[in-house]
């Protein structure tokens, strides 16, 4: 089994970040097709609501790991 490394915990945070912010300021037709190209693949059906609180959780478990030092 492949682990992550810190660094590349570190490179899915600033991505998904970034993510966040752009789906922040983006209307629902702008998301629609964003998420075609969404970091963690083409979820049919996921709402810009969803993805949002997707990526937040993502984040929360990413600085979590990060901050305990583990990798996955």
Request: net charge positive.
């Amino acid at each position: 089994m492949e682990k992550v490394t810190q660094e590349q915990l570190k490179k899915m945070n600033k991505l998904h970040r970034i993510e966040l912010r752009q789906l922040d300021h983006m209307s629902e037709s702008q998301f629609q097709v964003f998420k075609k190209n969404f970091s963690v693949g083409c979820l049919e059906g996921i709402t810009k609501s969803e993805a949002h609180a997707l990526l937040m959780s993502m984040l929360t478990l990413n600085l979590e790991l990060q901050n305990r030092g583990e990798v996955i």
